[in-house]
């Protein structure tokens, strides 16, 4: 049993897409607010989290709407092809909105767009996946993700949007626009989604069947007792290490800047490049030691970087941090491949896109919390004493949440003699 590499590329210029649009919103939508509207940052600050609201209500529906949708394209495309066609539309008329009330208008537009397809995205990847093979495709799909986001920044530096005063980012958003069309149209004319669920529906008969399904239907169709609670320290694991990671991530460029006195951009760059290196090993690493195993490897190395963190001072070479923020990519990697695919594998065939909506609430949510919950613990007690043991301390709650967790980890079908060299095709 192999992932089919090629397949899963393709489904993932979806979530490739994605990542270019909220690349992009996130670098100049705060500009426009504050450079071309006069906003503080309290205001735009404000409005910047609408999308995390927009998230945490809407993607459950989605994700739920469409796995009860039937078309001759699939359940998901749809979705994906008229969401991206209304955000792209919403995208551009943003760059010419001449009043911040119709820019508001539009930014919602956009966002409600966004909404109503980023759940069913995701969701492909495993509905045409087979459950064993869905952290290695979790990883591609991260990989994927990420590549929209790299070529957005490179189109961030060609036009020049760091320009200080820069109030006009048509060109740039007509530019990423571009390129979301054009991975939508790859994703149009290659993905074949009804027979590659199909197919994946055949595999899983073929391998032995689906051993949480199995469980679910011996409960009358719905999750166990001993899945249901799995399901809810999941989620619960998943909202705490959001909620200590996503407090560093926002907060360090100042805490290193205003602490440290030093360069933030490198430190924070090589967390990225050590999570892009991780991605496809880790992914090989769940299909040997299983997703639960990884994950708690994944969640003391992001505990280990964020402790280690807190010691570093002004006088500290400013490796050690680089090497600190390296683990903390290295474990947010290994977190991030396999912690999905625990939640979906979970789900039955009809209502992956469900789990998938469950997943980023509890991913959104603890994005919405932490920036107001750190920022008020700093206020009382200080940036230096509060960040990184803040993060850490999250992350211990997410590895002791996360060690009780019996259900959501697929067993590895190993494939004998000359099945073990057998290639799928398209």
């Known amino acids: 049993m192999k992932l089919n590499y090629k397949r899963t590329i393709l489904v993932g210029f979806a979530f490739f897409l994605i990542s270019a649009f909220w690349q992009a919103y996130d670098t100049i939508v705060p500009l426009i ?27 459950p529906i989605f994700g739920r709407l469409s796995d009860k949708t039937s078309t001759r394209y699939g359940r998901r495309t749809p979705y994906i092809l008229f969401g991206t066609l209304a955000a792209a539309v919403f995208f551009v008329l943003l760059g010419f909105a001449p009043s911040l009330p119709l820019f508001i208008a539009l930014l919602l537009g956009c966002l409600l767009a966004m909404a109503t397809f980023r759940s069913p995205a995701v969701a492909l990847m495993p509905d045409v996946t087979v459950k064993p093979l869905r952290s290695k495709g979790n990883a591609v799909i991260n990989l994927m993700g990420t590549a929209g986001g790299i070529i957005i920044l490179l189109f961030a530096t060609v036009f020049k949007t760091s320009t200080p005063g820069k109030t006009d980012f048509s060109a740039y958003i007509i530019a990423v626009v571009g390129v979301m069309l054009a991975a939508l149209v790859v994703f149009l004319l290659t993905v074949k989604e009804p027979r590659w669920a199909a197919e994946m529906e055949e595999e899983t008969v073929r391998i032995g ?8 239907e011996a409960a009358g169709g719905k999750l166990s007792r001993g899945q249901t609670i799995s399901f809810f320290l999941i989620l619960a694991s998943v909202a705490l290490w959001f909620i200590g990671y996503n407090a560093v991530t926002s907060k360090y460029s100042l805490y290193a800047v205003d602490v440290l006195h030093m360069n933030y951009a490198t430190t924070l760059l090589i967390a990225q490049a050590a999570a892009i290196v991780a991605y496809l090993p880790v992914g090989f690493l769940a299909s040997k030691i299983g997703r639960h195993k990884s994950i708690l490897i994944g969640v003391a190395i992001l505990t280990t970087a964020f402790a280690g963190a807190y010691f570093v001072t002004s006088a500290t070479p400013p490796l050690l941090m680089t090497v600190f923020f390296a683990l903390a990519g290295i474990g947010w990697a290994t977190i991030n491949v396999n912690s999905f695919p625990m939640v979906v594998e979970l789900a039955k065939g ?26 008020f613990l700093m206020d009382q007690f200080g940036m230096r004493n509060v960040l990184f043991p803040y993060a850490a301390i999250a992350t211990t709650l997410a590895f002791i949440t996360m060690l009780f967790v019996r259900h959501g980890d697929a067993k590895p079908v190993a494939k004998a003699g000359l099945e073990a060299l057998d290639v799928d095709d398209d």
């Open 209 to 216: 069947g689906d051993a949480e399904a199995e469980e679910r």
């Open 33 to 59: 607010l504050v450079n071309k509207f006069g906003m503080d940052q309290t205001g735009s600050g404000g409005i910047m989290a609408l999308d995390n609201v927009f998230a945490v209500i809407l993607l």
């Open 350 to 375: 009809g209502d992956v896109g469900k789990y998938t909506g469950y997943y980023y609430t509890a991913s959104m949510a603890a994005q919405i919390v932490t920036p107001l919950l750190s920022g």
